[in-house]
């Protein structure tokens, strides 16, 4: 007979919207579900977005009071609290390997290389061949940087190499080899006991979960595998971290995924490999 009228709380009737029709859902909300919707990332803006960040990292782990003595305690105490769990066999690795000339250089090299180019690789590789799952992974892989600074700051750790009665023998001065700047010459510009948690773990971690979720062909995903336990071998090798560093490498790359999750809705690979053409 006439349009259906509903009330208002203030008890004016009002007319519906019609049937099948939807109302607007609120600005923020709508700005909010566009931020977390996957879109195709623009290379200058990536590009920035990596260069700023890194150097926002670098500049904040390096100005991490270096607090010697305290770190040189909880040097110590890693190394008792491994040798309490039998897994404190450090120096053994780090003298077996150091042994193999040819071993240990190629790791002095590994460590202070495939750090960073294996990572902007896979970067690389995600933002060309899987754009709809880039941003959840970059994510994933900033939180679990981010999250170390708070590692550094609160937990400063020397590595076993600068341990005074540790027995360690620091490979690159050993070896003479080029390239990180924990040891040598370039050992000023860095923060020395920044240890805990690795990132050479938390990254290849990283790359390698990527790449063995991603990767079709069988090979890569064989060596997506490898990479970060070759990666735990060579921090292990070179004195540069203990077990328990890595495993603090694990959580961190743990939080990071929790924290794609949270923001997208689900784990990055499991989002669609493109991005819908009508969303930019």
């Known amino acids: 007979m006439g349009d ?12 519906p919207p019609p049937k099948g029709d939807r109302a607007d859902p609120p600005v923020e909300e709508g700005r909010l579900a566009r931020l ?15 260069a700023v960040s890194y150097w926002i990292y670098s500049m904040i782990r390096n100005a991490v009071p270096e607090q ?11 190394w008792q609290a491994e040798h309490s769990l039998g897994i404190a066999v450090e120096h053994t690795v780090n003298h077996a390997v150091n042994s193999v000339t040819w071993l240990i250089v190629s790791m002095n090299y590994y460590y202070a290389t495939l750090h960073f180019i294996v ?7 995600l933002y060309r061949w899987h754009p709809g799952r880039y941003a959840a992974a970059r994510l994933a892989l900033f939180a679990t940087t981010g999250v170390a600074l708070v590692g550094y700051y609160f937990y ?17 001065i050993d ?17 020395q006991y920044a240890a805990m948690p690795s990132m050479h773990i938390g990254w290849s971690l990283w790359c390698g979960i990527t790449i063995a979720l991603l990767a079709k062909p069988l090979w890569a995903k064989a060596l997506g595998l490898l990479y970060p336990s070759m990666t ?10 203990f077990w328990l560093d890595a495993l603090g490498g694990v959580l961190c790359m743990a939080f990071g995924l929790v924290m794609a999750y949270v923001w997208y809705g689900t784990l990055p690979h499991r989002l669609a490999r493109l991005v819908p053409a009508t969303v930019g």
């Open 175 to 191: 070896h003479g080899t080029w390239g990180s700047m924990a040891s040598g010459n370039l050992a000023s510009m860095s923060n």
């Open 119 to 125: 990572t902007i690789g896979v970067l690389i590789w």
């Open 232 to 241: 735990l071998l060579v921090i292990v090798s070179t004195a540069n971290h």
């Open 4 to 15: 259906a009228l509903t009330r208002t709380l203030d008890g004016l009737p009002t007319t």
């Open 68 to 78: 010697k003595a305290k770190a040189l305690r909880n040097a110590d105490w890693i």
């Open 156 to 172: 400063p750790l020397a590595p076993p190499r600068l341990m005074p009665d540790g027995g360690f023998i620091d490979t690159l």
């Open 36 to 50: 977390r919707t996957p879109r195709a990332p623009r290379l200058w803006f990536e590009i920035l977005l990596i």
